[in-house]
C-alpha cells in the first residue's frame, strides 16, 4: 500500500477567499458549498481513550463526517509508543503532560499525574492492564442516578471492544512473578485467578488480562485497534498537534471549538451536530471551565465570562492511590517479561464488601523514586509490590489558577483526607499483607531483605506515616465531571452523557465516572465510548444538527457490530489524511 498524504492540521484548512466561511452543506470530507472545510457533522475532542472509539464508531456511516482534535501527534510508526514494555519511558517526557499535585498535607505532594499527549491518549502511555469493570461497579453508578449504566445494561459493551484483550502470555510469565502468584496463594489462601474477565470476582491472585498482542509486544491501544486500520475512511479527519482551548456556543447549544494549531494559528471548528469532549478528567472539566461552564463563583473570580453555571465541573476528583514495599533480591531479575508489572492481588478484607477491597500491583522492578525523597536507596535488583485502594474515600477537586488556557489547573486530590481514614487504613493493611506474601515460598528464596519501609517499621503509626509519604497513582484520575440524575446539584452530565442545561455536547471519558471502579479503568473507559456511540446514533431522528440555512443528510445510522480487527501494521502506510 503506497503510503497516504502526511496528517494536516485544522489550521490549513482555510476557505479559498481566506476568510472564516459560513456553514452550508457539506458532504463526508467537511467540505461545506464554498469550498471550506471546517465544518463536520461532528467534533471529537480528544483522540484518546474514549474519543478513538466515538470516531471510527461513528465514521462507519460514509456519510458521517468527523473531525478529531487531538493535541499531541500521531502514534503510527513509533516504537517508543506502541512497544508495551517501554511504557516507563514516556513518564515525564514529550507525550507527557505531566500535571502536578497541589500540596498534600496528609499524602505525598510530589506526585506527577501523567496525561498523554499523543493519539490513543493514555492508551498509548499505559500499561494496558485490562480489566472488565465488576458488576458492583456499574451498579453502583446507576444506584447513583447513571439511570441505564447498571451491569445488565453495560456487559454487552465488552464483547464489541475492538482490543485484542488477552492474558500475558506465558512466554512473558517470567519466574518470579509466578512464584509471587503461588507464594500469595499459599500465604492467604486466595485462588489463582487464569482470566480476570472470565467472571467477577472479590479476590484472587494471577497474570493480568492486557490489552496486548504478545508476538511482538506491541499495543493494543484505543487508536490501535479503532483508528489504524480506518485511516483511509474519507470521512475520518484527525487534526494532530492542535489544542482545543474554547468551546463556541450559540446560547445553549454548542456550535463548534476553537483550536490552536503548532504554528499558532487559531480555528473556529464546526459541529453541524454535536460537540464530543474527551479529553480526560484532567483537560475535560478544563477545558469546560476555560468556556464559562462551571461554578459562578469560581469563573467570575478569574475573570472568565460565564456562559453556563454548572457547580459540579471539577469537583469529585477521583484516583487510585497506593503505596510501596520494595525488597532487594539475591540476584538480577529474569528478563522476560510483558511490562514489568504483569502480576496482581485483590483481597477482600471486608466480608461484606461487593468486591475486592485492596489491590497490589506486582512489580518485577524496584520502583523507589518516591521513597529515595525520604533516604532510601534503589538496590541494584528488586521487586514492589503496591498496595492499593479499590474503592477510596477521599474526594480531590481540580480548579483553575489563571484565565489562560495555557495555565496548568490545580489538581488537589485531597489524598487521605477522609473522616474515617479508611484510605490510610487500607494501605497499612496493605503493607503487613504485602509482607506476608513476602515470607512465603517460593517467593521467599527470591528475597535478601526488605529495602523500604523495612522491617524494623512496624506500628500502625508509623506504617501509615510511610504510607502516605511516599503513596503514588497508578494515573487514574477520574470523576471530575460526573453523571447523575436530574435533581443532582452536583452532577455535570445526565445519564445520556449531556452537559446538564446545554445542547449539543456531550462528555465521554473518566470524567464522568460517578464513582471509582476497583479495577484498572481503562476498559471501562473504552465501553463509556463505545455506549457514547450508540446514545449518538440512536439520536439519528432527534433535530441535533446546528441549523446552517441549507438542508442536509443528517443520518448517523451506522454498523456497530463486534467487528474486532485489531490491525498492527504501524507503518507509514497508515498515516491519516486530514482533508
Given at each position: ?31 461545506d ?18 474519543g ?45 503532560y ?40 456499574w ?23 475492538r ?128 468556556s ?94 503496591t ?36 484510605d ?21 528464596n ?26 503514588h ?21 445526565s ?25 484498572n ?55 491519516a489524511?486530514?482533508?
Amino acid at each position: 500500500m503506497p503510503p497516504m498524504p502526511p496528517m494536516r492540521p485544522v489550521a490549513e484548512q482555510e476557505s479559498q477567499d481566506g476568510q472564516e466561511s459560513q456553514d452550508g452543506q457539506a458532504g463526508p470530507d467537511g467540505r461545506d458549498s464554498r469550498g471550506s472545510r471546517d465544518s463536520y457533522d461532528y467534533v471529537v475532542v480528544g483522540g484518546g481513550t474514549a474519543g478513538s472509539v466515538i470516531a471510527s464508531r461513528l465514521t462507519e456511516d460514509p456519510d458521517v463526517s468527523v473531525a478529531v482534535i487531538e493535541g499531541g501527534p500521531s502514534d503510527v510508526d513509533r516504537p517508543d509508543v506502541l512497544t508495551l514494555r517501554r511504557w516507563m519511558g514516556l513518564l515525564g517526557g514529550e507525550l507527557d503532560y505531566d500535571y502536578p499535585t497541589t500540596e498534600q498535607p496528609r499524602g505525598n505532594s510530589h506526585i506527577r499525574h501523567s496525561r498523554a499527549r499523543v493519539l490513543g491518549g493514555c492508551s498509548s502511555h499505559n500499561t494496558l492492564i485490562a480489566f472488565k469493570p465488576l458488576p458492583s461497579d456499574w451498579d453502583e453508578w446507576a444506584a447513583a442516578g447513571a439511570e441505564g449504566w447498571d451491569a445488565a445494561a453495560m456487559d454487552p459493551y465488552f464483547a464489541r471492544l475492538r482490543n485484542n484483550v488477552v492474558p500475558v502470555d506465558e512466554a512473558d510469565r517470567n519466574a518470579i512473578a509466578r512464584d509471587f502468584v503461588d507464594a500469595a496463594r499459599s500465604a492467604l489462601g486466595v485462588p489463582r485467578v487464569e482470566g480476570f474477565n472470565k467472571k467477577p470476582f472479590h479476590e484472587g491472585v494471577g497474570f493480568f488480562d492486557l490489552a496486548y498482542h504478545p508476538e511482538n509486544n506491541k499495543r493494543s491501544s484505543a487508536s490501535v485497534a479503532y483508528l489504524h486500520p480506518f485511516l483511509d475512511r474519507p470521512n475520518l479527519h484527525i487534526a494532530l498537534e492542535t489544542w482545543a482551548y474554547r468551546l463556541e456556543f450559540d446560547g445553549t447549544r454548542a456550535t463548534g471549538v476553537r483550536v490552536r494549531a503548532a504554528d499558532g494559528t487559531e480555528r473556529l471548528v464546526r459541529a453541524r451536530r454535536e460537540v464530543l469532549v474527551c479529553a480526560g478528567a484532567v483537560d475535560t472539566p478544563r477545558l469546560l471551565l476555560h468556556s464559562g461552564i462551571g461554578p459562578r463563583a469560581d469563573l467570575e473570580r478569574l475573570g472568565i465570562p460565564v456562559v453556563h453555571d454548572l457547580p459540579g465541573v471539577g469537583e469529585n476528583l477521583l484516583d487510585h492511590p497506593e503505596s510501596v514495599i520494595v525488597w532487594e533480591t539475591n540476584g538480577p531479575i529474569p528478563e522476560n517479561s510483558a511490562m514489568d508489572s504483569d502480576a496482581g492481588l485483590f483481597v477482600r478484607r471486608d466480608p461484606a464488601a461487593e468486591g475486592p477491597d485492596l489491590m497490589f500491583h506486582f512489580y518485577q522492578i524496584p520502583f523507589t523514586d518516591n521513597p529515595e525523597r525520604l533516604g532510601y536507596e534503589r538496590p541494584a535488583h528488586g521487586v514492589s509490590m503496591t498496595p492499593n485502594i479499590p474503592k477510596p474515600r477521599s474526594r480531590g477537586r481540580l480548579h483553575l489558577t489563571s484565565a489562560d488556557p495555557e495555565a496548568k489547573p490545580a489538581l488537589d486530590f485531597r489524598y487521605f483526607t477522609d473522616e474515617d481514614d479508611y484510605d490510610g487504613r487500607t494501605l497499612v493493611d496493605g503493607i503487613r499483607i504485602a509482607r506476608q506474601v513476602a515470607a512465603a515460598e517460593p517467593l521467599a528464596n527470591w528475597l535478601a531483605r526488605e529495602v523500604c519501609p523495612g522491617p524494623e517499621v512496624t506500628s500502625d503509626e508509623e506504617l501509615s506515616e510511610y504510607a502516605r509519604k511516599v503513596a503514588h497513582t497508578v494515573y487514574h484520575p477520574a470523576g471530575t465531571c460526573r453523571m447523575g440524575a436530574a435533581g443532582d446539584e452536583q452532577a455535570v452530565v445526565s445519564p445520556d452523557l449531556r452537559i446538564r442545561g446545554l445542547d449539543g455536547i456531550r462528555v465521554a471519558d473518566a470524567s464522568v465516572f460517578p464513582t471509582m471502579p476497583a479495577v484498572n479503568p481503562m476498559i471501562g473507559v473504552l465501553m463509556v465510548g463505545e455506549k457514547c456511540a450508540d446514545l449518538l446514533k440512536s439520536a439519528t431522528g432527534d433535530d441535533t444538527r446546528t441549523d446552517t440555512g441549507t438542508d442536509g443528510d443528517t443520518g448517523t445510522d451506522g454498523d456497530t457490530g463486534t467487528d474486532s480487527d485489531t490491525g498492527t501494521d504501524t507503518g507509514t502506510d497508515q498515516e491519516a489524511r486530514i482533508r
